[in-house]
């Protein structure tokens, strides 16, 4: 179960925090704007991700055995969630704050879906599925949040 908070969670910073930065980057706003807005994403999300997986857990825990349960278990998931969603959300975030927007995005973009292949490939090791076609999936979704973000940060530019 921790196995699956990990992925999920992991997998979910990457998507979202890269998408979001590269929709920012595409804006042409300053990089200051990119680094705040990223470390305000990964916070709140890191938060929001660690207080459903803890509500979840708690609830399922909770019809399986129809009486009150602890929330070690619970609180353990959420903290994970918490932990791996904040981590990893500096993957996409970091190339901001080293390199110049342009450079940042397209070394945050190659970070991500690197990243985003390797936890496919994982998740398919842990779980025993299709090794590539995990790997390819979390591509593909890694750049598809990458085009939209992009799209929309064009756009509204």
Known sequence: MYARNFIFG?????VSTVGLLSGIAA??????TIALTGI???FVEAFSMAAGSF???YSAEEYIKR???SVKYSLMAGA?????????GFIPLLPYMIFDTNTAMIVS????????????LTSAKIFKTNLWRSGLRMFLIGGLAVG????VGRLVK
Not at 10 to 14: M, P, Q, R, T, Y
Not at 27 to 32: E, G, K, L, Q
């Open 67 to 69: 009486t009150g349960v």
């Open 27 to 32: 804006a042409d706003v300053p990089r200051a």
């Open 109 to 120: 973009i190659i970070l991500a879906l690197i990243s985003l292949c390797v936890l496919g």
């Open 80 to 88: 994970i969630m918490f932990f791996t969603y904040f981590i990893i």
């Open 10 to 14: 992991a997998e979910d910073s990457l």
């Open 55 to 57: 509500l979840s857990e």
């Open 148 to 151: 939209v973000g992009v799209m």
């Open 40 to 42: 305000v994403l990964i």
